[in-house]
Structures are given as structure tokens and as C-alpha cells.
């Protein structure tokens, strides 16, 4: 069975399942460019659905799992996160209600042409910072929904405005932490969030919850504070969208193994809708500014 033929079983199955539901496959436009099937089960009396992504089990059906196991667990994570209600989408509307809930993240600018071209961003370096709302319900817990070009049209505001709100949400909610990457790796007691460094020493740049925390970057009083602490410059490496290592310069490997080792971590041990950048960061301390490295020749 084909990649085409598996998603019309799934359709048709389900809807045998779910008679009186609207059971449907929709493309969904993920990060990094990368596409996926999400399958959509909506009862009535029911205005949102979770979209379930196909392609992974696809992956597993043609390991050899059989297509009986693939529904039942369908079923069930369908079961377990569906909102068996009205979700008042009318909040979401209202540009009062959603404003102190914006927040930021950062994607790659040159992966992501297509969602770019329907969303708000702000260019930074070789990244994007793009906007996302998270809501709050009772049933459906916490979840964020991105901010679209349309968006801002029914709100009347601008990207500039978005970065404003977000910039000051995501402190509020979320903070920034740099830590030891031993601390991370290794229990042990709680240390100082920056510690007296040693050269080479590698600390992690995230926001507390661990998701989107690349979006740190974005803090130039963090990143002066951390310089103010080592007394040197320091490199920044994506680790991915959620966090970025942070490097004293002083003694560390030479750019090109850098570079290296960022690339070959992307492909290797990143999942690629998480994948941040190839590039590798360099922040100055004299001049306070951040830029990208880049190698001679």
C-alpha cells in the first residue's frame, strides 16, 4: 500500500468508526518547510479538533505494524485529545482578550519561504522571529495557535507591535536561564544561574519550559550580562529552535570545527521541524551586538 492508498484506508476507516463525524486529511505547513497529513475527526456540536499526524505512522506501517494497531492507537489519541464541547473562538478575535498572551519564537528565514509569505515576521540575522498566541481552556489545557498575516488585519496592528507584547510577555511568563550544560546533563545541587566560567566551559541559553527558548537570542541585556560575567566574547550555537549554547571564546575549537559540528548535529541528532540554523553567532562584548560568523574564503 502506497503512501496515498494508506491515508484512504485511515479516511475510510475512521469514518466507519465515527459515522456521524466530518473525518478528514488536511496538509499541515510545519517549520523548516516540512509537510505533514494531520488527520481531522470533528463531532457535531464541535467547532476545533486535534490534528493527529499521519506520516510517522505511515513510517511504522511499512516497518510492519499492522494497520489494526495503527487505528487503535489513533483512536485512542483521538479519544484522549479531543474537545468534546464549543471552543469560544470569539476570543480569540478580540485583540484585547489575546495580547498579553502573545509571544515570540525564532525559525530559520530561508527554510521556511512558504510560511513566511503568510505570516507576520521580523527579520533577525539569518532567522525570523514569528508570533504565536497561547490559550488557555479547562478542556483543552494550554496550546498556541501562530499568528497569521489575517490576523493582523482584523486587529488592525503591526508586526512591530507584535514584537513589542511578545518581548515583554515572554520575559514575564517564560524568563531566560543560562546554565552550566552539566547541570543539565549531570544531578547535582542547585548552582548559580551563571557561575564564575572557566574557558571552553559550555552554558545553555533557554527560557524556563524549554520550548522556543532559542528565543532568548533575542535579549541583549541577557546576552551583555553573560558577556559582563565571562569578560570575553562568546560564540552562540543553535542547538535548536528551543535552546542555544553559548561558548567563551577564549580557548575555544577553531570556527570551522564549530560550524562542523553544529551541521552535523542538525542532520543527525535534531528532528529537522526543530533544526534552527547552520550558522554559528558571535557576540562582541565591546560593541554589544550579536552577529553571524562566517568563514573567510
Known sequence: MNYSEFLSQICRKMKKQYPDASVSIRPVLKNNNRRLDGLLILQPGENIAPAIYL??????????TPLKNI????????ETHR??????????????????RISFRLINRSSNPDLLSDIPFIPFLDLAVVFFVTLEDDLLGSSTVLI??????LWNVTAETLFSLARANAQTLSGCEVIPIERLICSGPEQETVPSPYPGQIFVLSNRTRIFGASCMLYEDVLAS????????????????HEVL????KNSPPVKSLLEMVRD?????????DVLSDHIYLYRAKERRLGIVLLAG
Open 55 to 64: 506520516n510517522p505512522y505511515y513510517a511504522g506501517y511499512r516497518q510492519g
Open 71 to 78: 487505528l487503535e492507537e489513533l483512536t485512542s489519541l483521538y
Open 83 to 100: 474537545c468534546p464541547s464549543l471552543f469560544d473562538l470569539s476570543l480569540f478575535r478580540d485583540f484585547n482578550h489575546v495580547q498579553d
Open 148 to 153: 497569521h498575516n489575517s490576523h493582523l488585519a
Open 226 to 241: 553573560f558577556s559582563d560575567t565571562l569578560q570575553d566574547d562568546f560564540y552562540v550555537l543553535p542547538s535548536s529552535i
Open 246 to 249: 553559548l561558548l567563551p571564546m
Open 265 to 273: 548535529i542538525n542532520r543527525t541528532e535534531v528532528a529537522p521541524e
